[in-house]
Structures are given as C-alpha cells and as structure tokens.
C-alpha cells in the first residue's frame, strides 16, 4: 500500500483468535489486560477487528483502543488474514499511551473533607477574608482559644494559630494554609488545619470552612481497650503481608537479572531489555512493600525511636558509601563531609540513615546528570544538622508545601517512588524530636535539612 | 371457465390489490413526510438522488467485476439489466443508506465551508503541514490523503462510490449481496475482490491512521478551521466513541443537539466548541448551562439515544 508506516510491533494470531506471537509493546497490552501469551486477544477492540479480517478474509486498518489499568492506548493496526482463514498477521504503528484521566481525583478530595469534618475538634465557619464567623470545639482543651476566637469574631483566623514554619500573621492564600500544620495555644498536640473553600465560580468567594485535626488522640481519653483493637485489625502490610510478598517479588527480580545478564545464554538485545525492565519494576514493587511497611510503622501511635547517640556526619558518610554506586551510574558526584568532620545527635541510628538514604537518593534520581549533590553538617547550638543539596530542578513554594504529603509525587510519573518516602522520612525526623524541611527555589536545586537534637554530652 | 380458474384469477387479484394497499400506505407517510421537510438538506431531492447514484454506482462496479470474471462478452448490457435490482438490495441494507448519506453531507458540507470559510475541501491547514514534515512517512502519508481526499470530492459531484473506498463492514456485505444471486463462478470472483481490498489505503483509513500518528498536534484535528471537515469527523468519532457516519449526521441541519454532545463527549472545551460552532453554525449560539455537562456524561447520553434507536 501507499506509505506503508513503520510497524512499531507485528503480532500473530491463529485461527481461534489467539495472540500467539507479540512484540511489545502489544504484549505488554496483553498481559496487563488480563490475556494470556499465547491466548485469546484480550483488547476487545483488537479481538473484534482481528476476528473480521479473519472471517471477512480483508485486509482491516483501524484505530483501536484499548485499556489497561493505569492507561490508555490508542493505535495504528493493520490487520492482514493469512491463507485459507487460519490466522492473521497484525502490524501496529503510531502507539500512544496515555495515563488514565484521574477519576478519583475529585472523589479523594471529596473523601478528605469527609475525614476532616469528622475528625476535627475545633470547626469554624470563616467569611472570604478567612475571618472567623462561628467557632465550634469538641475538647476542653481548646475552649481556652474558641473563647477567644469568639470574642474576636472579624479577625483572621491565623492570629490564634502558631503556624509551623510560618512567621506570618496575614492569612495566606487558601491553598497554602490548606494542610498547613500549626500548634494552638493551650494544647500540647500538633494540629493540622483543612480549608474547604465555599462559592460555586471562584472558590472561596462565599467564605471557608475550617477544620483543624489533630495528629494525636486527646490526652485524657485513651482506655487502653481502645489502644488494643487498633493494634489488631487494620492493613498489616508490614507484620503480614510483606513477608508473603518479598519473598516471591525476589525471585523474580533474580530470575530476570540472569536472564539479563545473559547468564541462561545469549539473547537477543531487545530481550535482555526487557528483563531488565521486569528486574526495574521488581526493586521498584520491593521498595513500594518496604515503604508501606515503614508507613504503618510511623503511623502507628506507639511508635518510638531509640535515643542512640549518633555522628551525622558519619551517617552522612555511610549513606554517600551506599549511593555512590548509583549515582555513579548517572554521572553525579557525591561531595560527602570530610572524614575530619563531625556533628553528634540524638537520634535513632538506623532511622536516621533511612531518612538520609530516601533523600540523597531522591537527590541522585531528579538531579541531571554529571551534576553533583553535597552533604553538609552544621552545629547550631542545641541542633545539629545534615544538609542534602542538589543542582536539581529545584521546587516552587507550592511544590515544597505539598512535598511531604503522603503520596506526592509531585507530577512526576516515572517508576521511581511512591510518593511516601519524604512522608516518612519526616514523621522519623519528627518522632525523634527533630524535623526535615526543605530550602529552594526553581532552577536552584534543593536543600533538604534534617535537624536533630544535638549530643550535648559529646 | 372452470370453477378453479376462476378461483385462481380472484386469488390474484386480491393478492396484487392487498399488495397496491400496502404500497399506498407506505407512500402516503412517506410522500407527507417529503411535502413537509421540503427544503430540508436530509430529505432533499439532491439528497436522494445522490444516494441512489452512489448505490447504482456500486452494484455497476460488482457487477462489472461479477462480469469479467465470468468472461461475459458484452458487460455493458450484463451489467444494466441487473444493476437496479443489485442497487436495491443494497438499498435494502441501512448501513449502506447511511454510509452514502454521511458521505454526501460531508461532501456538502466541505463545499460550504470553502466557500464561506476558506477552509480547503482538500487540503486543510493540517495537512500541509503534515505534508511538509522532515518525516518521510509522514509526508507521503499526507500527500495520500490530500489525492484521497480529492478523489473523494470529485467522486460526490459524480454519485460515485467506489468499493475499495467503504469500510470494511460494508465491503463485505456488498460481495455478499453480490453473491447472495447466487451468479456463476462467484467464489473466484469474491475471492479475488476480497484480496485486492485494502482498509487502510482507503480514505478514512488514511485519514484515522493520521490522526493516530499526530501525536503532540492531535487537537488540531478537532479543530474543524485547521483539520477541514473530514479530518474533523474521523477525529471526533474517535475522541467521542461514535460511529464516524453519525458523527457526520450530527453536521446536519436539525441535529444541534447532537453536535453539541458528540463535541462534549470528545473532550472539547467550551471555548474550542465555540470555535467550531462558527463554522458549523453561525446563527446558533453554545447554550451557557451546557458548561457542567461532563464528557462522561454527553457519552452516556449518545449511547443511550443510541441503544434507543438500535431497539426500533
């Protein structure tokens, strides 16, 4: 024919229907959709334009699509019946994916508001300016601030709020104080304010409603009966369900590393590829188990960390030995503090070398390559601090506010994380009395620092 | 006379008068129907005639191949003594009827907007600058549709509708109106026709196969100004899951409605879909409360309208 494109992937079938030989990326399809190799075509687009060209005894050209669970795929296929209606040869071209409009979008936000209204113990109504309307609490311990709030009905909200990491007084844009953190005077506990802005064209036109939950259960009501059912039901990623899964995720990646490494014999290029990508996605399932894992733990209310006293900078040390490797792969050079060098900290040893591991390897991933990242430690009277900076892309104010929230990806869409590593790495850094914060600006890399309680005694 | 004959004779009668009454009941609401949408574009007599020039056109074309294949030596004369019966089996078919039909609205349509527009029946904006890409492939692929797309104007003004041209669907039902004569030596014939026929080299095939490859410029091709008319259709029966030919329909005059939906279900956004009524309807104005139709919403509204009509 005139033009005939480039086929990106043959594939053939039998006279059942049947894919029976596939190239990628239509076997990928395949397989994602629940078919089998060989077996019955599992795109029921595909299926029906290969099961006409078969019977018509025609050559059919169509677009398809197709879907798996993550994308959709639109596609060039041509089909060409074989002979005496024993089969077809499939040439497809112009293969598109693109991810799945996220539909639950709308609904997680929806089902956040849910949670908020239903957790929060201090709820208020503000006006457009974020100026308090009505103010209701659930605690004794905030009727101290409600009845303050109260007696100042017109002012902003943020006057009675210590805003982490916030001087400022003025409130901000909505969106910066949605999911902002904050103490409130007269309560121990860490607090987290959701805004649902009201009015249906601009939001936030017809006022707020505000929410602030705290991270803690309150002091005086813990039955310990209570305590204990928590324990039990739940997810148990880590207790149960990672054992079961690592152990058969292992040997896959271990299965697709030999036949990468051509160690069951030679292969075709593209074939050894193709291991390595199951080998990729392997560590990357493994990483993703280990993560929920350490994501129960954080987020259990009994978790604790040791007090042991460690050296930052040797920390520091051991995470550059253990990266060194990969980013060594990316061209990038880790300038790790001098062996002279010290900052001794209270901290959990192992904790502390998971938090610094998760961000210099997020620092090795996201940065250019040939580029370089450094690790910093500072003293600063009762802290001592490790700094990890990059020559990455660095981060817009609103990207830094939404970094630390659990599964933020922040756009990317790479096979790289889950989205929970900063998450946890600062509920570690907080859990031992510390904090991981980030310093940048776009086009000037990133500063990721963890503070810890310095080692007075060392 | 004998009793019989005379009961053979009455019994004729009765069946030809019974069959003259069906005939008038059928024609009355048809004949009302024509003096009452005179005038309009669906039920127009260039409409009607063009339909069944392209049937006539097609039942020659499989005659023509049924003659040469059974060494028949004066084909013209095969040929017109069985086309109208041929042509009226296919008419017979919806899917043919409608085929035809979206064709020549599409035609008709082109027309208009080159001349109202300046918008190229044959060589858009998108086009040429397919056409004009480093890429190889992709240049020859563009200089093919435009020699498609021109063959296909050309064919509309001359109610001709070439078999290598219909879809595969309907390729296939034409070689089995054709065989179902049940003439000589057809399984050669058929076998032979089937081979030589190419989905993909058709025009529409052409014309979906560029729009899958336009990658990063694939809203182009739902921008009726730069894709022209036939680009436009494919684009939106594959962005809204419509049939190409009822996406065409919904160009019509009457059918805003369904225009209005086809281009939601499509993803278009307000401003885009304002864009586009320009062109297609200049007098008609994009209702304001149509902005909180969702996609998924304007699709389930033509698949059920859809299922509606398939129930009849």
């Given at each position: 024919m005139a033009a005939g494109p480039p086929f990106t992937a043959r594939a053939r079938t039998d006279a059942r229907d049947w894919l029976i030989e596939a190239e990628e990326p239509l076997a990928g399809l395949q397989l994602r959709g629940g078919?089998?190799?060989?077996?019955?075509?599992?795109s029921p687009a595909l299926l029906e334009l290969v099961r006409k060209a078969r019977t018509y005894g025609l050559c059919l050209a169509r677009a398809i699509r197709a879907q798996d669970d993550h994308e959709q795929v639109t596609a060039w296929v041509e089909v060409m019946p074989c002979e005496h209606g024993d089969g077809c040869t499939i040439g497809v071209s112009n293969w598109q994916s693109t991810p799945l409009p996220d539909d639950g979008g709308t609904e997680a936000a929806e089902a956040r508001i849910a949670v908020a209204r239903h957790l929060a113990e201090l709820s208020a109504r503000l006006g457009p300016?974020?100026?308090?309307?009505a103010v209701e609490v659930r605690t004794e311990e905030l009727e101290d601030v409600a009845g303050r709030m109260r007696e100042a009905l017109?002012?902003?909200?943020?006057?009675f709020a210590l805003l982490e990491g916030n001087a400022q007084r003025q409130p901000l844009h909505w969106r910066l104080l949605d999911g902002a953190r904050l103490r409130l005077p007269g309560s121990e506990r860490h607090w987290k304010a959701h805004l649902v802005p009201l009015g249906g064209?601009?939001?936030g036109s017809a006022g707020f409603e505000l929410y602030l939950v705290a991270?803690?259960?309150?002091?005086?009501?813990?039955p310990l009966a209570e305590a204990d059912e928590k324990g039990a039901?739940?997810?148990a990623v880590g207790r149960e369900i990672a054992p079961v899964l690592r152990q058969p995720i292992a040997r896959i990646i271990a299965n697709a590393e030999t036949i990468r490494t051509q160690l069951a014999g030679p292969l075709a290029e593209e074939y050894s590829h193709y291991a390595a990508d199951i080998a990729t996605a392997g560590e990357h399932l493994l990483a993703l188990i280990d993560d929920l894992a350490a994501l129960e733990v954080v987020e259990d209310e009994q978790f604790t960390t040791a007090p042991d006293r460690i050296d930052l900078a040797d920390l520091a040390r051991r995470a550059a030995g253990i990266l060194r490797v990969r980013a060594g792969e990316r061209g990038i050079a880790i300038d790790a503090p001098k062996p002279g060098e010290s900052a001794p900290a209270i901290g959990e040893f192992r904790r502390v070398l998971q938090i610094l591991l998760n961000v210099l390897g997020n620092a090795i991933r996201y940065s250019p390559e040939g580029s370089q990242v450094w690790l910093r430690v500072e003293r600063d009277g009762a802290r001592s601090r490790v700094i990890v900076a990059d020559q990455g892309e660095g981060m817009t104010e609103d990207q830094q506010a939404r970094?630390?929230?659990?599964?933020?990806?922040?756009?990317r869409s790479d096979s790289?994380?889950?989205?929970l590593g900063l998450y946890i790495s600062r509920r570690l850094a907080r859990a031992m009395r510390g904090d991981l914060t980030v310093e940048s600006a776009p086009g000037q890399g990133a500063r990721f620092m963890l503070d810890l309680p310095a080692d007075e005694g060392a | 006379m004998t009793g019989d004959a005379a009961d053979s004779i009455e019994r004729l009668l009765r069946d030809e008068l019974t069959r003259g009454d069906a005939v008038i009941a059928d024609a009355r609401p048809v004949l009302r129907y024509f003096l009452s949408h005179e005038g309009h574009p669906l039920f127009s007599e260039a409409m009607v005639a063009r339909v069944r020039g392209m049937m006539l056109d097609l039942a020659s074309q499989l005659l023509h191949a049924e003659a040469e294949g059974g060494e028949v030596r004066d084909r013209a004369a095969y040929v017109a003594e069985r086309q109208d019966e041929l042509a009226s089996a296919l008419i017979e078919d919806g899917s043919f009827l409608a085929h035809a039909q979206a064709l020549v609205i599409e035609a008709d349509l082109a027309e208009r907007l080159q001349a109202?527009?300046?918008?190229?029946?044959?060589?858009?904006l998108l086009v040429q600058e397919l056409a004009a890409r480093d890429d190889e492939a992709t240049a020859a692929l563009a200089m093919a549709l435009l020699a498609a797309q021109a063959r296909f104007m050309q064919n509309c003004r001359r109610m001709e509708l070439p078999m290598?041209?219909?879809p595969g669907d309907l390729f296939h039902a034409a070689l089995m109106a054709l065989g179902n004569r049940g003439g000589a030596g057809i399984e050669l014939i058929e076998r032979r026709l089937r081979a030589s026929y190419d989905e993909g080299a058709s025009r529409l095939g052409l014309i979906a196969r560029a729009i899958t490859g336009l990658?990063?410029?694939?809203?182009d091709a739902l921008a009726i100004d730069r894709a022209g008319p036939a680009i436009f259709a494919s684009a939106l029966a594959m962005a809204s899951g419509q049939e190409r030919s009822s996406v065409v329909l919904s160009?019509?005059?009457?059918q805003f409605a369904r225009l209005l939906l086809v281009m939601r279900a499509s993803g278009l956004e307000h401003a885009v879909m304002e864009r586009q009524l320009l062109f297609l309807h200049p007098d008609h104005r994009l209702p304001?409360?149509?902005?909180?139709?969702s996609a998924e919403r304007a699709r389930a509204l033509l698949f059920a309208a859809e299922a509606e009509r398939g129930g009849h």
């Open positions: 078919g089998e190799l060989p077996g019955i075509i599992a300016r974020q100026e308090l309307l017109g002012s902003p909200w943020t006057e064209a601009e939001p991270d803690e259960p309150p002091v005086d009501t813990t039901p739940g997810m970094a630390f929230a659990k599964f933020e990806r922040l756009g790289g994380g889950s989205g | 109202r527009s300046g918008i190229d029946a044959v060589l858009p290598q041209e219909l990658g990063d410029e694939a809203p160009f019509a005059e009457g304001l409360a149509f902005d909180a139709m």
